[in-house]
Antibody
Framework: EVQLLESGGGLVQPGGSLRLSCAAS????????MTWVRQAPGKGLEWVSG????????EYADSVKGRFTISRDNSKNTLFLQMNSLRAEDTAVYYC??????????????WGQGTLVTVSS | EIVMTQSPATLSMSPGERATLSCRAS??????LAWYQRKPGQAPRLLIY???TRATGIPARFSDSGSGTEFTLTISSLQSEDFAVYYC?????????FGGGTKVEIK
């Protein structure tokens, strides 16, 4: 059974940093691209960042480019999102999600339950 | 980036009715569009993608149509478990983008 478990969320002041983790199990982690998607309170889904199975290729939404860094440790089946220079508008529940296919179709069949990030003074 | 616009924002329907949800892209995404269902407290669920391919376990009452910039998700006969928020997502270009969602509620 595929499982994705996010952690690392919390309350942080504007300008601060957080590192989110997503522990994966139930599939060959290194074979699949992974992504982070967030949902701000009362808003819809917003794609944040994606990474290839090998970790060699990464992509970011314009809203987080230069502030967030996605990475993965395939030996530990874990995905990360390093978030720096956090802003109030980054407040959201952050979800990790698995690509549907090893071909990196860029759509997502399994999602975690999310971790809440609150940016406030 | 490609902006995805969904309409209507809310659809008030009765069980058994046919629901039609729209998704428009600001530029062509070919057929590289996916639909997700989201219920409160649950993770998004992939419904349909590409050339009308239903994801595993998705019933045949869900179908989609369209290409380029105009897409439609149809639920042929609403069941109680279908009342939820639906999102479209384009995966033709980086950055990936979602629509704002359509809430299908019980009339």
């Amino acid at each position: 059974e595929v499982q994705l478990l996010e952690s690392g969320g919390g309350l942080v002041q504007p300008g601060g940093s957080l590192r989110l983790s997503c522990a994966a199990s139930g599939f060959t982690f290194s074979n699949y691209a992974m992504t982070w998607v967030r949902q701000a309170p009362g808003k819809g889904l917003e794609w944040v960042s994606g990474i290839s199975g090998s970790g060699d290729s990464t992509e970011y939404a314009d809203s987080v480019k230069g502030r967030f860094t996605i990475s993965r440790d395939n030996s530990k089946n874990t995905l990360f999102l390093q978030m720096n220079s956090l802003r109030a508008e980054d407040t959201a529940v952050y979800y990790c999600a698995k690509d549907l296919s090893q071909l990196e179709l860029r759509l997502f069949d399994y999602w975690g339950q999310g971790t809440l990030v609150t940016v406030s003074s | 980036e490609i902006v995805m616009t969904q309409s209507p924002a809310t659809l008030s329907m009765s069980p058994g009715e046919r629901a039609t949800l729209s998704c428009r892209a600001s530029q062509s995404v070919g057929r590289n569009l996916a639909w997700y269902q989201r219920k409160p407290g649950q993770a998004p669920r992939l419904l349909i993608y590409g050339a009308s391919t239903r994801a595993t376990g998705i019933p045949a009452r869900f179908s989609d149509s369209g290409s380029g910039t105009e897409f439609t998700l149809t639920i042929s006969s609403l069941q109680s478990e279908d009342f939820a928020v639906y999102y479209c997502q384009q995966y033709n270009n980086w950055p990936l983008t979602f629509g704002g969602g359509t809430k299908v509620e019980i009339k």
